[in-house]
């Protein structure tokens, strides 16, 4: 077998082996909340307005390219359920994951790999305490709960702004609203909240796993930042594939 396959189900293994860990700590009530509610805090409230913003920018777009056709053919009624659509099922959720990977993926993995690399880890274990308890339970469930969060406001955020230029070139702010909530459905809405969640997990993870395999010093805390960020997205985009085929399937 090449070393790319072994690679590869060694990275799987290890995913596997943090996620099912953690939840056997989670389920003993063996969660340790201060540092969840600091992660929550550093994950989601210091990367919210990034994500905010990005979302906006493409509700705007979103708008931007259909709104003039739309007019002209009549159709200016469905742009606002094409936007929110859209946010709600794709854009929110993938693009608030991909903005926690690059900002707090990146962040982990070179926390707990500065830990690793300095032997703090190593002292973890000395002194009788996991590192999936006490590092990577936290960052899963904090990550996870706050992207689902931030998804929601990246919904809002994502309507309003397509609302803004959807309106500026000439569509009625009634006919906006109520395609809106004519055609958006709460199924829409919570799968999207569920990929989100799920993109949670996977940027956790992926953070803390490389992070833990860090070796090298801080030459290797480079490659695990940097390998995170590129794994984390890649599973993003690759996952969001396969849930829409499963929750949106064609009919």
Request: hydrophobic share 55%; aromatic share 12%; with cysteine.
């Amino acid at each position: 077998m090449s070393s790319y396959a072994l690679s590869f189900f060694r990275f799987w293994a290890d995913l596997w082996v943090l996620l099912s860990s953690g939840l056997s700590y989670f389920f003993k009530g063996e969660l340790e909340r201060k540092e969840t509610i600091k992660q929550m805090y550093v994950i989601g409230v210091q990367s919210l307005p990034i994500a905010l913003l990005t979302v906006a920018f493409s509700g705007m777009v979103s708008a931007l390219y259909t709104a003039t056709a739309s007019v002209e053919l009549g159709l200016s009624y469905y742009i606002g359920a094409g936007v929110a659509i859209a946010m709600a099922r794709e854009v929110a959720p993938v693009l608030s994951g991909v903005v926690v990977a690059a900002r707090a993926g990146s962040a982990m993995a070179a926390e707990i790999g500065s830990m690793k690399v300095t032997e703090q880890i190593d002292a973890l274990r000395a002194i009788g305490v996991s590192p999936i308890q006490y590092l990577v339970l936290p960052r899963v469930i904090a990550t996870s709960v706050v992207l689902v969060i931030m998804t929601i406001y990246a919904n809002i955020i994502g309507d309003l702004g397509g609302y803004i230029v959807a309106v500026n070139y000439g569509v009625p702010s009634a006919s906006y609203i109520n395609s809106i909530l004519h055609y958006l459905t709460p199924y829409d809405f919570f799968m999207g909240l569920i990929k989100a969640f799920i993109f949670g997990l996977i940027i956790a993870l992926v953070g803390c796993r490389e992070g833990l395999r860090t070796e090298g010093g801080a030459e290797g805390v480079g490659r695990a930042t940097t390998s995170s960020v590129v794994l984390s997205i890649i599973l993003i985009f690759a996952s969001d594939f396969v849930l829409a085929r499963i929750m949106f399937p064609p009919k």
